[in-house]
């Protein structure tokens, strides 16, 4: 069977969107030449009108995203660092998001926004390094952050073809992720929906993106002595409450581990709701970056603030002797 990067799926699902619908077309900075080396060898094949190099204005070339959406186009806006959000957060939000819902659904916003590179490269520094998903699925955007290839293209194809606005988070941790795929069976993934990798009886983790692969990599390390539930989320916003609260009610305890700072995070907005609709028998524990963290350009420093697998054996380690 064939092994198929992350980065790689991102790519065929672009290819595979713009070759099925026409109205499809991608812009953003330096993306003809491939800067973030996903829209590699798309100008090529579709040419020009459809792979649209952009000024270094993001927040020009985000509205003109949400006027050719309005005029029945599907544009996808490639941002090449997550902190360029904070400056298009008008345009996404306010505007984007905000029309279908103030006119009633007479206007679609089609509009996907992909983030490839979302959190840590390790010596990027505070300017280039966060993840800043948990303020999208704050107000309502659809929001998915991948974790595996096949979830890769097969959200992005889903976001491609939603009616709303959809960011896609493609966290650097996971761009090299490499799986066996049959490309023939890969296809879109509904969004909102969420996934079990590894099913547990003692302990449910919740790991957001990469950090699903640390997860998985500590279950196994543990498999001796517990028995962990690996749940991927994979879409922020609309959450999917109900399979979680499946997983947390068999196991009854909760440990959440999520590369973002710790408050108002994506990690307590779940320890809250499963508090709320699950019986546990054990305090739940949260594996973040610290509060108010920007991470230092050293990359030791950078490695520091960033969740580990040891501090998340720890937490398991400590919901399991609570309980």
Known sequence: MPRLSYRRALTR??????????????????????????????????????????????QAFTSFATGAALAGMRPVVEFQI?????????????????FPLMT??????????????SGSRTGWAGQHSDHPYSLFAHVGVTTVVPATPADAYGLLVSAVRCDDPVVVFAPAGALDV????????????PLGRGRVHRAGDDVT?????????????????????????????RTLYPFDWDSLAESVARTRRLVVVDDSNRSCGIAGEVIAT???????????????RPDGAVLPFAPALDRAVQPGRDQLRTAIHHVLKDG
């Open 13 to 58: 699902a672009l290819a595979d969107e713009l070759a099925r619908d026409e109205t499809v077309f991608l812009l953003g900075e330096d993306i003809r030449v491939g800067a973030a080396n996903v829209t590699a060898g798309l100008l090529k094949r579709f040419g020009p009108d459809r792979v649209r190099d952009t000024p270094l204005s993001e």
């Open 82 to 98: 997550p902190s360029l959000l904070f400056l298009v957060f008008e345009q996404i939000v306010n505007h984007a998001h905000k």
């Open 104 to 117: 009633g659904g007479q206007c679609a916003v089609p509009v996907t926004y992909l983030v490839p590179g």
């Open 178 to 189: 490499r799986a066996d795929v049959d490309f023939a069976a890969l296809a879109p993934v």
């Open 205 to 233: 983790v919740v790991a957001v993106g990469h950090l699903v692969h640390d997860a998985l990599a500590v279950a196994e390390e543990l498999a001796g002595e517990a028995s962990v539930e690996v749940y991927d989320p």
């Open 274 to 288: 499963m508090v709320e609709r699950v019986p546990l028998v054990a305090p739940p524990r949260r594996v973040t």
